[in-house]
Nanobody, 120 residues
Framework: QVQLVESGGGLAQAGGSLRLSCVAS????????MEWYRQTPGKQREWVAR???????TYAASVRGRFTISRDNAKNTMYLQMNSLQPEDTGVYFC??????????????WGQGTQVTVSS
């Protein structure tokens, strides 16, 4: 069974850094685009960044220049390096990916989320 598992969240001070990881586990044929989203209480889930299978990474305007998305295809893992963190970056960060499993059809998966809290 395919799963996405995030890790690396925690507490950081404003101006600090955190690195999130997302590992796709299970019997996988192919992973297409991988993305990070975040959500704060009372707000809709917000797209943060995308790592495509080919092409250039893209970022939300609010994080561009501070966050860097990357992936290691050999490890089925995606990362989000977050620098110059601000209190507005606080939220639960979710991994999202399109995956073709060995058994089953291509579909999109969500991770369970990892909490990031930035104090001022």
């Amino acid at each position: 069974q395919v799963q996405l598992v995030e890790s690396g969240g925690g507490l950081a001070q404003a101006g600090g850094s955190l690195r999130l990881s997302c590992v796709a586990s299970g019997s996988i044929v192919r992973i297409n685009d991988m993305e990070w989203y975040r959500q704060t209480p009372g707000k809709q889930r917000e797209w943060v960044a995308r790592s495509p299978t080919a092409g250039t990474e893209t970022y939300a305007a609010s994080v561009r220049g501070r966050f860097t998305i990357s992936r290691d295809n050999a490890k089925n893992t995606m990362y989000l390096q977050m620098n110059s963190l601000q209190p507005e970056d606080t939220g639960v960060y979710f991994c999202h990916a399109g995956i073709r499993p060995v058994s089953g059809l291509f579909r999109f998966y969500w991770g369970q989320g990892t909490q990031v809290t930035v104090s001022s």
